[in-house]
């Protein structure tokens, strides 16, 4: 796959440490989403970013903060995560932030918080 | 009222079958419906989209239904192969805001 690259794969963080997603986009897309998908429900949106400026922040709490340098990276940094935070984190791109925008996700970043 | 309620939330099917994943909404405002697929490992991709002009779309094997009055739409999948196993969300939007997804549909089509 080589449209959006997700780096770790996986991650087992404990509640005390930060860590960072990464996101990468070879599309030439200028939009780019966080989404959270948890097991047997559906997938949230977390943040919105449009050539590099964040658009969106659907009530995200502040323990996750996002990270935009330019519009084929996005970053997603975790700190004093709780369990419940345990999930799938997607990175999707898109060419614009139009509502009916085609999504482009990556395979995700499998979290563990212990 | 943002809400989408997928059903069933797992199907099995033999091959050459017909799957069928149902989706109702109660927004009215909700004017694009698409259906994303998700194989395991991997991210949710695009399958096939419908607006409300029109009743059903086909794309190969795969078709949209949409029933406006009765707020529901569904995904059939003709001739069911076991490559078709994956996760499927419906999904919708209203106009100027962002997608609703359900709940998915986890398919397995044996052999």
């Known amino acids: 796959e080589t449209g959006v690259t997700q780096t770790p794969r996986h991650l087992v963080m404990g509640m005390t440490n930060k860590k960072s997603l990464k996101c990468e986009q070879h599309?030439?897309?200028?939009?780019m989403y966080w989404y959270k998908q948890s097991a047997k429900k559906p997938l949230e949106l977390m943040f919105v970013y449009n050539f590099k400026e964040q658009t969106e922040n659907n009530s995200v709490p502040s323990r996750f903060s996002p990270e935009c340098p330019n519009s084929s990276h996005l970053f997603l940094h975790l700190h004093t995560l709780q369990p419940e935070d345990s999930a799938l984190y997607l990175c999707?791109?898109?060419?614009?932030?139009?509502?009916?925008?085609?999504?482009?996700f990556g395979s995700g970043t499998q979290l563990s918080v212990l | 009222q943002q809400q989408v309620k997928q059903s069933p939330q797992s199907l099995i099917v033999q091959k050459g079958g017909i799957s069928i994943i149902n989706c109702a909404y109660e927004?009215?405002?909700?004017?694009?419906f698409p259906w994303y697929q998700q194989f395991p490992g991997k991210g949710p991709a695009l399958l096939i989209a419908?607006?409300?002009?029109?009743s059903e779309k086909k794309e190969g094997r795969f078709t949209i239904s949409f029933n406006k009055s009765a707020k529901q739409f569904s995904l059939h999948i003709m001739d069911s192969q076991p490559g078709d196993s994956a996760t499927y969300f419906c999904a919708a939007s209203p106009s100027g805001s962002r997608l609703t997804f359900g709940e998915g549909t986890q398919l397995t089509v044996n052999p």
């Open positions: 599309l030439g897309h200028n939009a």
């Open positions: 419908i607006r409300p002009d029109v």
């Open positions: 927004n009215t405002a909700f004017d694009y």
């Open positions: 999707a791109s898109s060419l614009g932030t139009g509502f009916n925008e085609k999504l482009f």
